[in-house]
């Protein structure tokens, strides 16, 4: 089922998630509607508050799409991007390794039409349980360890706009505040030009 997603100033994304501790049959629904959330956003990851449920849980799924692609062609993932299953499900992660920097124009479902630089970890390891509650381990690089790092943020209550400068994260607040989102048009338009974006960084 597709879920609203809540988008900023609203509390409940400033507010820390609590760790997922019974993996009962309702854990596998909610992670079903996470990714037909996400899916139906034409987004790339979701956190379980982004859609008001206050659990350490997080949906991925980078892989480019059959049609042009999501953000860059299969032939330009790292190796290791595509040794990782996808849609991935992570419950209570976190981050036992982290290497390089690398920065990145983020954009956020939960801040849907804008974007700006983020700087993260290059390579990341990560340590999480799946649905049935089994703990593994992803060892990754490139869009989808940008990708973990973005959505384990929304478990603590923050968002991209907090790793920006004070100047430039007040300046995306003060204009959500007096223009609101984008309508559907201006945010494909806007989609559109991102991803130009991301071709001619790689």
Request: overall charge negative; glycine content about 6%.
């Amino acid at each position: 089922m597709i879920k609203k997603i809540l988008t900023f100033p609203d509390p409940k994304l400033r507010e820390v998630s609590t760790p997922v501790k019974e993996f009962a049959p309702e854990l596998k629904q909610l992670s079903e509607d996470m990714i037909e959330t996400m899916y139906d956003a034409n987004g790339i990851g979701l956190a379980a508050p982004q859609i008001g449920e206050l659990k350490r849980m997080i949906v991925i799924d980078t892989r480019p799409k059959d049609e042009g692609g999501r953000r860059y062609k299969y032939d330009e993932m790292s190796d290791l991007e595509k040794a990782v299953p996808q849609p991935l499900i992570l419950i209570n992660p976190e981050i036992v390794k982290g290497e390089g920097k690398t920065t990145f124009d983020e954009g956020c479902l939960s801040i849907p039409g804008y974007y700006e630089t983020v700087e993260r970890f290059n390579y990341i390891e990560m340590k999480a349980f799946d649905i049935n509650g089994k703990e593994f381990i992803v060892k990754t690089d490139g869009l989808l360890a940008i990708c973990m790092q973005h959505e384990l943020d929304h478990l603590e209550g923050t968002l991209f706009v907090d790793h920006l400068s004070f100047v430039k994260s007040n300046k995306i607040k003060n204009q959500i505040k007096k223009y609101g989102y984008p309508v559907k048009e201006e945010k494909e338009a806007e989609k559109e030009k991102q991803k130009e974006l991301a071709k001619d960084k790689r």
